[in-house]
Nanobody
């Protein structure tokens, strides 16, 4: 129903940077109020929230593990969500997913996986020591 296409994953050394992109259906930014978020998941573990942003005011949320290192942003004109990842560490190695949900207020956007209804296919990020 909602199309989300991710790109930008790859392998980097510790201390390096990557920028993930998520191209979203145009109506997310043009027609409805939405929350956009990034999650990550390792094999055998629960999916965890990384960062989120509201399409209306740019209000953002970050997990404690990435706060100060990762930055979520969006370009509404291009219908694109970004995650800039700096100072990467080996424990940032996960499959990263873009997600979306309807959001009538910025408080709806807190990145809890069971609240989000649309998901991208995932992009692998691997950080070597």
């Amino acid at each position: 129903q909602v199309q989300l296409v991710e790109s930008g994953g790859g392998s980097v050394q510790a201390g390096g940077s990557l920028r993930l992109s998520c191209a979203a259906s145009a109506y997310i930014y043009s027609k409805y109020q939405y929350c956009m978020a990034w999650f990550r998941q390792a094999p055998g573990k629960e999916r965890e929230g990384v960062a989120a942003i509201w399409t209306e005011t740019d209000t953002t949320y970050y997990s404690d593990s990435v706060k100060g290192r990762f930055t979520v942003s969006q370009d509404s004109a291009k219908n694109t969500l970004f995650l800039e990842m700096n100072s990467l560490r080996p424990d940032d190695t996960y499959m990263y997913y873009c997600a979306a949900r309807l959001g009538m207020a910025d408080s709806w956007c807190y990145p809890r996986a069971n609240l989000y209804t649309s998901w991208g296919q995932g992009t692998q990020v691997t950080v070597s020591s």
